[in-house]
């Protein structure tokens, strides 16, 4: 008997060790692809395949890359592990899934969760690390805002409702000079440029001109002009008009967007890492898509955002212009899920999920996305490398992605029910289509 017992007690700890060794060794999703036994390579051509998990990672270390690090301060914002955090849960196409299964199933670089500013998840993958700092693609649109929001804040913006060109004097003779600042916060400049993801569109001709300098970025703005609608009147998603922003912040305060980052963000938030702009070749920083940061940062960041700007006892970004920037209610009634898109609605540079209880997301273009539900507490940040730019290309990772969104606030105690305000139910496909509505804004 004894025996017995102790070749079963063997055979169970063999099995132990096999499924643990197996569960090491499992292949993540395309990782020779992504450039595994190259060891995740950077590479100048930083959006190539086998280049993107490393370049993506570490971009102030790829070849070419200009920029300026945002600097932490002497204090960190604590985030501390849960307590026995809950299993989260999720059901895609009718099926359950596990965070554990989520990862097994997208090329997902990062991901943390957290409740109440404690860590419920926190995971790495393809050899990424915490030191890590992940590419936003366009969440730097909405760090773009909460930047436009401090300058408001402090006067150096007299008003939302001016035009850009008052402040970026560059824009003299450019469309966008005459739109207001409110109108390009919220991409209704009425000005026609195209983002089809196909490398001959204007977002294209945008990155490459910040990516070489010729022509400039400033002679590339110069070239739109036409008209699809009036001013204010339309969501039309348009990284130029981002790029107008940026000039608006460095023309109104005479400095950076890394120097007004480490002073308005990235010290008063607590980071316990250095961030990093990327530049164009006129030292410009790519306001609509190159900002740098940590996992932990990037949740730091999402964290003020629940707490609706403070960090303890200190207000570091108006709570007003938070709620102006990312509250369905606020928004004109063109801007509202369903109606900017199938699916999200659009604040300043926020894209606004269609739930009763605000609900806002910075997102990028190949799966990054910060989730934010501030009245529970909530936050997922998520770093990726999405084969297809878009989900107009390649809908159901951001599908999913949506799913393990709902699935977290469902675990987490968070609230989902839908909004409902003019709500026409839309059809399977447009809401498959509504998810991700962006840009392929990868310099080529």
Not at 63 to 69: D, E, H, L, N, T
Not at 155 to 167: C, K, N, R, V
Not at 182 to 188: E, F, G, K, T
Not at 353 to 375: C, D, N, T, W, Y
Request: proline share 5%; aromatic share 10%.
């Amino acid at each position: 008997m004894q025996l017995k017992k102790n070749v079963g007690l063997g055979v169970a700890v063999l099995l132990a060790g096999w499924l643990g060794l197996w569960s090491s060794c499992a292949a993540e999703p395309d990782e020779e692809l992504l450039g595994k036994s190259a060891g995740y390579p950077l590479g100048a051509r930083w959006s190539a395949m086998a280049n993107r998990v490393g370049s993506w990672s570490a971009l102030d270390k790829a070849p070419g890359v200009m920029g300026q690090f945002v600097q932490r301060g002497d204090t960190v914002s604590p985030l501390p592990k849960a307590v026995n955090p809950p299993d989260i849960k999720y059901r895609f196409r009718n099926l359950a899934y596990s965070v554990d299964d989520y990862l097994e199933r997208r090329r997902i670089t990062g991901l943390l969760i957290l409740k109440d500013g404690e860590i419920v998840t926190e995971r790495y993958r393809y050899g990424r690390s915490e030191e890590a700092r992940f590419l936003s693609f366009s969440m730097a649109k909405s760090v773009t805002s909460l930047l436009i929001g401090v300058a408001l804040e402090k006067g150096l913006i007299a008003s939302l409702d001016d035009p850009a060109g008052q402040y970026a004097k560059d824009l003299v003779g450019i469309a966008y000079s005459a739109t207001s600042i409110r109108h390009l916060l919220r991409m209704s400049s009425g000005i026609t440029f195209t983002e089809r993801y196909d490398g001959q569109d204007d977002v294209s001709k945008l990155s490459y001109s910040f990516a070489t300098g010729s022509p400039s970025v400033l002679n590339v703005l110069r070239t739109f002009s036409d008209r699809h609608s009036p001013s204010g009147e339309k969501f039309v998603y348009a990284s130029a008009e981002t790029e107008v922003l940026g000039r608006v912040l460095t023309g109104a305060t005479g400095r950076s967007l890394a120097d007004l980052t480490t002073e308005w963000l990235w010290k008063p938030l607590g980071a316990e890492s250095d961030a990093f702009w990327c530049h164009g070749r006129d030292r410009q920083a790519g306001a609509y898509f190159c900002f740098n940061a940590t996992l932990r940062d990037w949740g730091r960041l999402g964290l003020l955002m629940a707490n609706d700007g403070k960090v303890g006892d200190r207000q570091i970004i108006s709570a007003e212009y938070l709620r102006e920037a990312t509250d369905i209610a606020r928004q004109p009634t063109a801007f509202a899920p369903y109606k900017a898109t199938p699916y999200f609605g659009y604040g300043y540079q926020f894209w606004l999920h269609p739930l009763k209880e605000r609900s806002f997301a910075f997102q990028g273009v190949h799966g990054q996305a910060v989730f934010v539900q501030p009245a529970t507490g909530i936050v997922m940040v998520q770093t990726a490398v999405y084969a297809q730019a878009s989900g107009a290309q390649d809908p159901e990772p951001y599908a999913e992605r949506t799913a393990l969104w709902m699935g977290v606030l469902q675990s987490l105690g968070g609230r989902t029910e839908r909004y409902r305000a003019g709500y026409s139910r839309p059809s399977t496909g447009a809401l498959v289509l509504g998810l991700k509505l962006q840009k392929a804004d990868t310099p080529h």
